[in-house]
């Protein structure tokens, strides 16, 4: 019999299990089987694998099973609370009908009567400021500026009437805004905006929760604060 053949047929098998195994950088559990045995079948019979090494290879099988294992067991158990914050979730999301909710958006829906509430955040002082109302096409229709305290860092909170520059009342609709500012050195840049309304609606979609908000659909992770009271505002 022609050991070394058999011995050079088994390396060029273990050779091709060690090169995909590379390309992947992830051994499978039947991956180190097969390479531990071809190991085994090519092994030099005249001086066989050392019984110390074979241990310690078969220790390390045990602890990628073992870890495999644990991994699979993870991913199932984050699957799970994953549901269950999602079931719980989407059975309290009904309660909230009818009440006042503060989301990150850059819409408005004016009803063509009531005042709309809109909001900014400012993560520092600024020297100037405007806020610019479009209409759902992007053309702008009103503009005011800012001053003393609502160009202060923090929060700020006023409605608009739901007039054009020239005091016109305009239809019901979606419109747009954005609150455009300036720092002492004239650089400009846009603060996050925010907007009010009562939760009309909860849909459930492929793409997550959307609650309805002034008609306005808003994802679920897009709600900052949800109150049972109105919310005060400036008037402008």
């Known amino acids: 019999m022609n050991v070394s053949k058999i011995l050079g047929s088994s390396q060029d098998n273990a050779e091709n299990i060690t090169n995909k195994t590379q390309k992947s950088n992830i051994v499978s559990q039947d991956e180190f089987l097969r390479l531990l045995t071809y190991q085994l079948k090519s092994q030099n019979p005249l001086n066989p694998l050392d019984n110390k090494e074979f241990a310690a290879q078969l220790a390390q099988f045990s602890q990628l099973e073992q870890l495999t294992s644990i991994k699979s067991l993870m ?69 005011f500026e800012l001053y003393e305290f609502d160009l202060k860092k923090g929060q700020h909170d006023l409605t608009w009437n739901g007039q054009d520059a020239e005091g016109n009342n305009l239809p019901s609709g979606e419109y747009i805004f954005e609150v455009i500012v300036k720092d002492k050195n004239g650089i400009e840049s846009k603060a996050e905006t925010h907007s009010y309304g009562k939760i009309q609606t909860v849909r459930f979609k492929n793409e997550g ?16 604060d949800i109150s049972t009271e109105d919310i005060s505002f400036i008037d402008y």
């Open 209 to 224: 929760t959307m609650l309805v908000v002034n008609n306005i659909e808003i994802p679920l992770e897009n709600i900052l």
């Open 75 to 143: 991913q199932q158990q984050v699957q799970s609370n994953l549901l269950l914050s999602q079931s719980i979730s989407n059975s309290a999301l009904p309660g909230l009908l009818g009440k006042t909710a503060k989301v990150i958006t850059n819409k408005l829906y004016f009803d063509g009567e009531k005042p709309v509430g809109l909001g900014y955040n400012l993560p520092y002082d600024v020297f100037s400021g405007e806020v610019v109302i479009k209409d759902s096409a992007g053309n702008e229709i009103n503009r």
